[in-house]
């Protein structure tokens, strides 16, 4: 785990890769959620809402960029969580997720970071801040 003294403003976590992302995982992911929208598994159906195929649900990535986020900090010190979705999420996509310091409250002792999901080969996938405490 990493410590107070550690975490400064432009500590960056290091970089992880996760994927690619495959149908099972969307599914996988609709039937946890319970979000059967079929424009997330029925390439049909997303054709005719104008995709080119079923994409992934947004908070998947969410929830990988989260868990990113808590295995450097901790589960139990996550203090605020919040996204930005950019782009969609394709089934084949690999993700990089990346994150840094960019605030400390000495005070609170909570640091707020900066973190982002990019897919490999396109843009931000998705971004987020959040606010961990450390010990």
């Not at 107070?4 to 960056?12: E, I, K, R």
């Not at 099972?24 to 929208?37: E, H, L, M, P, W």
């Not at 598994?41 to 990988?64: K, N, R, T």
């Not at 990089?96 to 999901?117: M, P, Q, Y």
Request: proline share 4%; glycine share 12%; with cysteine.
């Amino acid at each position: 785990m990493t410590s107070w003294d550690d975490l400064t403003v432009g500590t960056a976590a290091p970089e992880r890769g996760y994927g690619p992302i495959s149908r099972t995982d969307i599914v996988a992911y609709q039937g946890a959620s319970g979000d059967f929208n079929p424009i997330h598994h029925d390439d049909e159906f997303a054709q005719s809402a104008g995709y080119p195929s079923a994409f992934s649900v947004g908070m998947l990535q969410a929830g990988i960029l989260a868990s990113y986020a808590t295995d450097w900090l901790g589960p139990r010190n996550v203090r605020t969580f919040g996204v930005q979705f950019r782009e969609q999420v394709w089934p084949g996509d690999r993700l990089v997720c990346a994150g840094s310091v960019i605030a400390r409250d000495d005070a609170a002792r909570t640091v707020e970071l900066e973190l982002v999901a990019t897919r490999v080969g396109g843009g931000a996938a998705i971004k987020g801040t959040a606010t961990f405490a450390v010990e």
